[in-house]
């Protein structure tokens, strides 16, 4: 189920400037009403179909975590919530303009599971600390995030942090970010945080995007991951954000034109049709 046009959330009464101000100073900031009870549903009955089919294969994505991947393609809800007006107005304020989407996956950590390592999100553009962010983050409680069940564990200011190894040794323990299921927080790239165990006797089940500047690789292969025929049918925001757009007039090009060429049906790569080479 999908929002009516009418219903989708507008950027207009919200006051992202709030929002930015925590960011810049906390950063991270919580929007508690991001979801409306009738999209939370629409989350939830998306995902349980993916939800118990099994784990994460390395202690970083979770032994008793199970994470859904290429969450964008799995439902226009998801594609609705990527291109959220309020979410783009905070995006703006810190990517450059032609900012791609990065990852789009589900998250449930079920109980027992260990802290995740602390981390930041935008750590494999390998510029020096500190420095401006080079991914903006989102997470979106599907359940209520407490301090038992795994609600993210973050070092409140570590986004100015320098060498972040020497920060953690001396910082004392983290914070548990605790907001009801339907809220989501976002935090610049830089933040230190991790998942965090879940000593509770329920699942934890979140979904998270990121996104990258325009000249940064994307951590999913959007070409690759989503069908063009599922690609073809979203909207041009979305479109965008996957990647089908220019950076500059060299950056995205496909054998020299435009990549939203690749949409068109029945589009053929011209070089599968010209002469080659032995
Ligand atoms: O699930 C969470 O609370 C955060 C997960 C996370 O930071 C990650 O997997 O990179």
């Given at each position: ?9 507008s950027a207009?009464?919200f ?70 007006p309020r979410?783009?107005a ?189």
């Open positions: 189920m999908s929002m009516a046009l009418s219903d989708r959330p207009d009464a006051e992202a400037a709030g929002h930015l101000e925590r960011m810049n100073r906390d950063g991270y900031t919580i929007i508690e009403d991001f979801l409306d009870p009738a999209t939370l549903r629409a989350v939830r009955e998306g995902l349980a179909p993916h939800f118990g089919t099994h784990r994460g294969r390395n202690p970083f994505e979770g032994l008793t975590t199970e994470r859904v991947y290429t969450l964008v393609a799995r439902g226009k809800v998801f594609e609705d919530i990527t291109e959220d979410l783009l905070l995006l703006d304020a810190f990517l450059a303009p032609g900012y791609l989407l990065s990852a789009s996956h589900a998250i449930c950590i079920y109980p027992g599971e260990a802290q995740q390592d602390m981390h930041f999100d935008d750590s494999f553009y390998p510029m020096p600390r500190p420095r401006g962010a080079m991914g903006v983050t989102m997470i979106c409680a599907i359940d209520d995030f407490t301090a038992e069940n795994g609600g993210t564990a973050i070092h409140p200011g570590s986004h100015l942090w320098g060498d972040v190894k020497a920060e953690l040794a001396k910082a004392g323990p983290p914070i548990s970010l605790e907001m009801p299921a339907g809220a989501c927080a976002v935090w610049p790239g830089t933040l230190v945080h991790g998942a965090g165990a879940n000593r509770s006797d329920a699942p934890r089940r979140a979904f998270t995007n990121q996104y990258c500047p325009p000249w940064g690789r994307q951590q999913e292969n959007y070409f690759l991951g989503v069908p063009q025929e599922m690609a073809r049918a979203m909207s041009p925001r979305v479109q965008a954000l996957l990647g089908y757009q220019m950076n500059g007039s060299i950056m995205g090009q496909v054998t020299g034109r435009h990549p939203l060429r690749a949409l068109v049906e029945g589009f053929e790569p011209s070089v599968a049709r010209e002469p080659r080479a032995v």
